[in-house]
């Protein structure tokens, strides 16, 4: 899709006409872009050059369809969905993009061609906007699909148990209703780019054969150089930013490090929206990556792979390669070269629980000590790791106020386990290896699933503790410098008001100058028994679920594993008690805000 607006200063447009045509972009994938391209360019000539575009447009209808079915909580199976489509296009089919959030029981009837494209949350579960669908297909009333065709791609993290496991109930699940796997189910770890695109490529080669589908004749208009250079940045080519502020945010005494970070984006071309994150792509600590290198015995000069390159195993281990957290495709590599019954009865699937435990708060370098392997290569040790993933923070500024700069808040990550001090790959490298003036590779990752209401007079309810609250501070600075009279209402919470109340100073400007219309915080260690946001929502249950009741949307963002479930079942609790409602229709009522857009969440 478009990353944000397109036109310069020198527009002719007047400045709604621009908003208009900006917001028309941001939806839009490359092949829409460039038949509206087109398009206009045959109006401009004359209309019969116009129509013709519109009839070419209309014979798609003939073309063999294929619908690409997205389950997304961060936007990469959307992402991946419009690359499917944009592909799917040039090959000849009609493709149709579709949300299993707005996906009915009719639509998947009259399908016949079905890529699906789904991530996992958490330890297994659906993500968010596609969990009424996932019941859908997994209830008594799932439709017979016998003659449909499908196959799927299954986005996850191998550091979690049920990794990929959404995917792997689809992939099952339509089997068992009857369609038939025209490619075997696809799994995707962080790092999903390439093998996301080999499984585009090979699908549609199977469709093709299948349908007989014929590429379509190339037909391209450039739509703009200015386009061209906003799309060039990405995961695989990060763009160099400056740091321009790295400060320690809480105050003396404080149990917890917290940095705000400006970057300089300037002439860069990447935008970004509100509710968006920014991909940091991190290197490990030197430290940890000498003391495996010398506990391997290997040295640390050798010629390894690095990707599509060669490096020497220090700088492949340093900049390419995950070697922290322990993943079970890591571990079932890395048995094979060991002769460790131990850790072969580890990975069987009756020693979950101990998997687990082992696991947990360890890092790579405690498998390679505790079942260590005489002679082992080193390319052949660089063949067990994963690549280094990016690490995902969001965005705590406003593009609108300041256009030339990213802000972040990054928690420094750092703890105590087995024995040994331990720390966070990304949120360190931030912290204590990178200083103004250097630079760090960053590119923009678009979140369409947490964003401003686009009614400036739509109430907000904001729930943010911690770094939870960096997505909001963009929130309201764009509400104000657009004008926004929405009201807006942020509950804040951490360990104590002295030392941990980030970004207090704005938060209190903001309220003094009417912006923030309240603010209810929470400071967990303050007073003997401890208080959460959650707890501040259920005492101002009923002003909350007026605010509901008038329309507000409610955000949250923070901690995906227990803050997110609490602060859940605190809207549940509220939303049933204060409108009479019981279990069912509570549920009923916090999916339809769901449905409508109007309860958001970026949790991790």
Known sequence: ??????????????????????????????????????????????????????????????????????????????????????????????????????????????????????????????????????????????????????????????????????????????????????????????????????????????????????????????????????????????????????????????????????????????????????????????????????TLGLQADTAVAAGDDRASLHAALTQSYEITTITRPFLERYAALTESNALQALLREEAKTDLRQYIHGRHILDVIQDYPVKGLAAEDFIGTLRKLPPRLYSIASSHRVAPDEVHLTVAAVRYHSHGLNREGVASTFLADRIVEGETVPVYVDSNPNFRLPTDPQTPIIMVGPGTGVAPFRAFLAEREELGAAGRNWLFFGDRNFLSDFLYQIEWLNWRKRGLLTRIDVAFSRDQAEKVYVQHRMRENARELYAWLEEGASFYVCGDGEGMAHDVHQALLDIVREQGGLSDDQALDYVRRLQKEKRYQKDVY
């Open 1 to 294: 899709m478009a990353q944000g607006p397109l036109l310069d200063t020198n527009s002719p447009l007047n400045a709604e006409q621009a908003a208009r045509l900006n917001e028309l972009l941001a939806t839009l994938h490359n092949d829409q872009m460039t038949w509206i391209s087109g398009y206009l360019a045959g109006l401009a000539a004359g209309s019969g050059a116009a129509n013709a575009m519109v009839s070419e447009a209309i014979t798609t209808e003939s073309l063999p369809a294929i619908t690409i079915l997205f389950g997304s909580e961060t936007g990469n199976a959307q992402g991946l969905a419009q690359l499917a489509a944009e592909r799917a296009q040039r090959l000849g089919f009609q493709a149709n993009v579709a949300n299993m959030a707005d996906f009915r029981k009719s639509d998947l009837k009259k399908v016949d061609n079905l890529m699906v494209v789904v991530s996992t949350h958490g330890e297994g579960d659906p993500p968010d906007p596609a969990e009424e669908f996932y019941a859908l297909m997994h209830g008594r009333k799932a439709p017979a699909l016998k003659g449909k065709r499908f196959t799927v791609l299954a986005l996850g993290d191998s550091s979690y148990e049920n990794f990929c496991q959404t995917g792997h109930d689809f992939d099952a699940r339509l089997e068992a209703l009857g369609a038939e796997r025209i490619y075997p189910c696809v799994d995707c770890d962080v790092d999903f780019d390439d093998p996301a695109s080999d499984w585009i490529d090979a699908v549609l080669e199977c469709f093709g054969k299948l349908t007989g589908a014929q590429p379509r004749p190339s037909n391209v208009v450039a739509f703009s150089s200015r386009s061209a250079e906003k799309t060039t940045w990405s995961r695989k080519n990060p763009y160099p930013a400056t740091v321009l502020e790295n400060i320690v945010l809480n105050g003396r005494g404080s149990s917890k490090e917290t940095r705000h970070i400006e970057l300089s984006i300037e002439d860069s071309g990447l935008t970004f929206e509100p509710g968006d994150s920014l991909g940091v792509v991190p290197q490990n600590n030197p430290v940890y990556v000498e003391r495996l290198v010398e």
